[in-house]
C-alpha cells in the first residue's frame, strides 16, 4: 500500500514538473531561433545569400511558426533564383499569419 501511494506522489510531481520544462525548452528554441534570423539578416545584409539562407534555414527549424524569418526565406530564395522555393516561403507565411504584409508585397513582386 505504501508503494503505490509513493508511486501515485511521484507521478503526481513528475505531471507538475514537466509543464515547466517543456516551456522552459520551448522559449530557449524561440530564443535560438531569433538569434540565427539576427545572424542571418546581418549575413544577407553583407550580401553572402548562400550564410544566409543557412542561418534562416537553422531558425525555422528551431520555431516553425516564426513567420518572419519565413519571409526572409522567401527573399533570399527569390535572390538566389529559387522562385518556386521563394513562393512556398510566402505562402507559409501567409498560412502562418494572414495579417503578415511583407509577405503580399513580396508575392506581388
Known sequence: MLKLKSMRIFFTILFLIIPFFSSSAANIMKGEARAYREE?????SMGDLQKALAYYQKSAYMDPLYSEVQNDLGVVYKALGDEDSALMAYKKVLELDPSYLPAYTNLAF
Open 40 to 44: 542571418g539578416y546581418r549575413l544577407q
